[in-house]
Nanobody, 124 residues
């Protein structure tokens, strides 16, 4: 059974930075695309970023382009989300997910396993 564990969330001031990590177990990590999603209170879960199995292709939501960077270290079975220039509207629970394909996808329905989430709160 695949397990995903997020870490690195917390409380930061607007303009600050955080780096989220997601550690995976139970699969051949490098064969599968990974995604980061977020869900704010009262809203649906939305794509933040995604990365292909090899790490050569990435996708970013328009709202985070130029501020967030997704990366992966397949030797450590870990995917990262570097978040810079944080805004109050970035406040949400952030989830990592794995897709049973090396090709990334921006739709949450295409992902097969999910972590528990980590809270990110940005104060103004």
């Amino acid at each position: 059974q695949v397990q995903l564990v997020e870490s690195g969330g917390g409380l930061v001031q607007a303009g600050g930075s955080l780096r989220l990590s997601c550690a995976a177990s139970g699969r051949t990590f490098s064969s599968y695309a990974m995604g980061w999603f977020r869900q704010a209170a009262g809203k649906e879960r939305e794509i933040v970023a995604a990365i292909s199995g090899s790490g050569d292709i990435t996708y970013y939501a328009d709202s985070v382009k130029g501020r967030f960077t997704i990366s992966r270290d397949n030797a450590k079975n870990t995917v990262y989300l570097q978040m810079n220039s944080l805004k109050p509207e970035d406040t949400a629970v952030y989830y990592c997910a794995i897709r049973n394909s090396r090709f990334l996808n921006r739709l949450r329905s295409e992902y097969d396993y999910w972590g528990q989430g980590t809270q990110v709160t940005v104060s103004s």
